[in-house]
């Protein structure tokens, strides 16, 4: 089964950025689309972004034109280059393979004001 790692999360002033990182176990490609989700402190998990095998990225209205998903196929690694951090953005983030219903540990980014 594949594996997914986050890394990356951490602390930051608002207004700053971060870039979360997700290593997949195999082909990033064979896994097919791949999301960043996130879940705040007594809130549902919410999905933030994802790139479809294809390349089409979408992301939810909160993030748009902050966050950028990318991936490196050779890495089998997927990004996720955060700008403009809010308050509003702390969460754990996790990486999923969408079809596989695979997600990673999660990695905490907090956001101070």
């Known amino acids: 089964q594949v594996q997914l790692v986050e890394s990356g999360g951490g602390l930051v002033q608002a207004g700053g950025s971060l870039r979360l990182s997700c290593v997949a176990s195999?082909?990033?490609?064979?896994?097919?689309?791949m999301g960043w989700y996130r879940q705040a402190p007594g809130q549902q998990r919410e999905l933030v972004a994802q790139i479809s095998s294809g390349g089409t990225r979408n992301y939810v209205a909160s993030v748009q034109g902050r966050f950028t998903i990318s991936r490196d196929i050779a890495k089998n690694t997927v990004y996720l280059q955060m700008n403009s951090l809010k308050p509003e953005d702390t969460a754990v983030y996790y990486c999923?393979?969408?079809?596989?219903?695979?997600w990673g540990q999660g990695t905490l980014v907090t956001v101070s004001s």
């Open positions: 195999e082909s990033i490609l064979r896994i097919n689309a």
């Open positions: 999923k393979a969408e079809y596989l219903e695979v």
